[in-house]
């Protein structure tokens, strides 16, 4: 079975950075995309960042790109969004995803394995 697990979350002012980390377990991790995902009050799920299964291979949405980086250490079965220069419109619950299916990228956000989710609180 299939287990991911966020850590890192928190809260912070506007400018400020966090580090959010993810570990997935009972999967080949080396051969799976992983993700971050989030969602805010209100808001449908949305993607933030999402990294092939070497590492290669990176995708950022607009909104987040030149402010977050997403890496993976695989040797660890970690992934990490460092996240900088927050806004409070990055205020959300964000979810780390592994996709269902290996060597594919980048992740389907249709059926991925999700974690239980972090708060990241972002103040003005």
């Known amino acids: 079975q299939v287990q991911v697990v966020e850590s890192g979350g928190g809260s912070v002012q506007a400018g400020g950075s966090l580090r959010l980390s993810c570990t997935a377990s009972?999967?080949?991790?080396?051969?799976?995309?992983m993700g971050w995902f989030r969602q805010a009050p209100g808001k449908e799920r949305e993607a933030v960042a999402s990294?092939?299964?070497?590492?290669?291979?990176?995708d950022y949405s607009d909104s987040v790109k030149d402010r977050f980086t997403i890496s993976r250490d695989n040797a660890k079965k970690m992934i990490y969004l460092q996240m900088n220069s927050l806004k409070p419109e990055d205020t959300a619950i964000y979810y780390c995803?592994?996709?269902?299916?290996?060597?594919?990228?980048?992740?389907?956000?249709?059926?991925?394995?999700w974690g239980q989710g972090t708060q990241v609180t972002v103040s003005s």
């Open positions: 995803a592994a996709d269902r299916n290996y060597y594919r990228f980048p992740i389907s956000s249709d059926n991925p394995t």
């Open positions: 009972g999967l080949t991790f080396a051969a799976y995309s």
């Open positions: 990294i092939s299964w070497t590492g290669s291979t990176v």
